[in-house]
């Protein structure tokens, strides 16, 4: 995964959370009445559903299931008020 691919996919998070349109998924997430825990739950549900993929060796399902937590994850640097560049900065601290 590219650096710009999650710079566009961030963006979008953004400008759901700024717009707030009621059809999108996004959106919906920053504002359903369990806020953080709605998004905590599901970086949960889907790790969980990452190492069931992984036992069984679903090479698709563990790409699906591992979007879905990056996804998860960057929604989730957006309600603390972070961005990319604090995930990136953690990341380098760990080279």
Same mark, same amino acid.
């Given at each position: 995964? /590219?650096?710009?691919?999650?710079?566009?996919? =961030?963006? !979008?998070? %953004?400008? +759901?959370?700024?717009?707030?349109?009621?059809?999108? $998924? /996004?959106?919906?997430? =920053?504002?359903?009445? @369990?806020? #953080?825990?709605?998004?905590?739950?599901?970086?949960?549900?889907?790790? /969980? %559903?990452?190492?069931?993929?992984? @036992?069984?060796?679903? +090479? #698709?399902?563990?790409?699906?299931?591992?979007?879905?937590? !990056? $996804?998860?994850?960057?929604?989730?640097?957006?309600?603390?008020?972070?961005?990319?560049?604090?995930?990136? /900065?953690?990341?380098? #601290?760990?080279?």
């Amino acid at each position: 995964m /590219t650096d710009e691919i999650l710079d566009e996919l =961030f963006e !979008v998070i %953004e400008q +759901r959370k700024a717009d707030l349109p009621e059809e999108s $998924y /996004t959106a919906s997430l =920053f504002t359903h009445e @369990k806020g #953080e825990n709605a998004v905590l739950e599901k970086l949960g549900e889907e790790s /969980t %559903e990452l190492i069931l993929a992984a @036992k069984d060796d679903d +090479r #698709e399902e563990i790409a699906h299931e591992g979007a879905d937590i !990056v $996804y998860h994850l960057l929604v989730l640097l957006s309600m603390k008020d972070m961005d990319l560049e604090d995930l990136r /900065t953690a990341l380098r #601290e760990r080279r």
